[in-house]
């Protein structure tokens, strides 16, 4: 069965395949890759990335997993657990498999392997270790290509946009489509708006004001924009940004995209494997259930992390700082009464730019595995390597 070709860009992509035989290539940045049911191809391109597998997912390829020490590249595993999974090494690569599925790693041998590269996405699980991690395995290169050029033509998203420009202007606008399945758009007023989608897919945006969005059932797109915003997903696969102002979002259930953007934002991930992104101001953020990437970078001022996952077997791959435009050597990780702050300096004066306060977890329980370095794997100074060594023998 013929299937999809999905590109992403050049920063934090999130490709979902479907049915089908699907090739994705998510390009650079940390990003998330699931082919769905069929045989497909994914391709993560620079960057770290998780790709995403469960017992119906088929058998894929992977053409660029960089494996061994250092959380980075990773099999996100759900409804897997450890002792369902088998190894062999084949002339193109080692295949990964289970009950139903398989994953082939092009060009990566059982040795290869070290614990940081299994993510048990539901609840940890933490692979044997074999021998110890003494470093972190550079980034493999990656056949990823750039994508069409989608300016070209008369895109669907520029029809909309003049045909509902003026509508926009004036007040609220609700558009739905009906394919495959029922697809909604619903766009606020400048004041503040209370906009419910339905249980398929929706897209709504709140403009201006203290608005309140409520994905409901579905696959939502929820944007606040400017205001005191409360956003709520619901079930399904979200995508929430609370634009400018101080917001209150919340996931749900199944995987979820979240970032706070500016303001003193307070977020709840839900349950899922989710990717939270607090932005600019000082956030309060909860992960919630199941393995969470909470990313950082110079700008993103200081945080809280009330439930930071990361003993017993949560010492390998599971709840995750992903830190961007910040080195190793820039990170300092000091105990507070409560809890150990991380904090990064990277332009060397006198004062961190920013840090994460993570609540009830201590220098002393941190791993390698708990720091994520987008731009290539590395090791902090001073954190055990525990949880990031690798599984088979030499």
Request: net charge negative.
């Amino acid at each position: 069965m013929d299937g999809d070709r999905l590109y992403g860009g050049r920063d934090a992509d999130a490709l979902m395949g479907g049915m089908g035989n699907d090739y994705l290539d998510e390009g650079a940045g940390h990003g998330d890759l699931e082919g769905g049911m069929g045989d497909d191809t994914l391709v993560g391109g620079l960057g770290p990335d998780a790709f995403a597998v469960d017992p119906t997912s088929g058998n894929d390829v992977i053409r660029d997993f960089t494996a061994g020490p250092g959380m980075f590249d990773h099999l996100a595993l759900r409804d897997l657990r450890w002792e369902d999974l088998s190894f062999e090494d084949t002339p193109a690569g080692v295949r990964v498999s289970w009950q139903g599925g398989s994953v082939l790693l092009e060009g990566v041998r059982q040795a290869d392997l070290a614990q940081d590269d299994f993510m048990f996405a539901e609840e940890p699980d933490l692979p044997p270790a074999s021998r110890p991690a003494t470093a972190p395995t550079p980034e493999r290169p990656t056949p990823s290509v750039e994508g069409p050029d989608p300016r070209h033509g008369d895109l669907p998203g520029e029809r909309f946009d003049q045909a509902a420009d003026a509508a926009m202007r004036d007040g609220d606008v609700a558009l739905t489509f009906t394919g495959d399945e029922t697809y909604q758009v619903l766009v606020g007023e400048r004041e503040a708006d209370q906009l419910t989608g339905g249980e398929s897919v929706d897209n709504i945006f709140g403009r201006d004001g203290a608005d309140t969005l409520l994905g409901a059932g579905g696959d939502d797109v929820l944007q606040g924009d400017a205001g005191d915003d409360r956003l709520e997903g619901g079930d399904g696969m979200d995508r929430l940004d609370g634009g400018m102002g101080a917001d209150t979002l919340t996931g749900g259930a199944m995987v979820d995209d979240i970032m706070g953007m500016e303001g003193a934002d307070s977020i709840d991930a839900g349950a899922g494997h989710d990717m939270i992104e607090g932005g600019m101001g000082n956030d309060t953020i909860t992960g919630g259930t199941g393995a969470d990437a909470f990313i950082v970078d110079p700008h993103s001022g200081f945080d809280v992390i009330t439930d930071m996952e990361v003993r017993g077997e949560a010492q390998g791959a599971f709840d995750h700082l992903a830190l961007r435009d910040i080195r190793p050597d820039q990170v300092s990780v000091v105990d507070r009464a409560e809890g150990a702050f991380v904090s990064w300096n990277t332009d060397r004066d006198a004062d961190p730019e920013g840090g994460v306060l993570l609540q009830g977890v201590f220098k002393a329980d941190l791993r390698q595995s708990d720091f994520m370095f987008v731009e290539e794997p590395g090791f902090v100074p001073g954190i055990s390597t525990a949880g990031s060594d690798w599984i088979f023998p030499g």
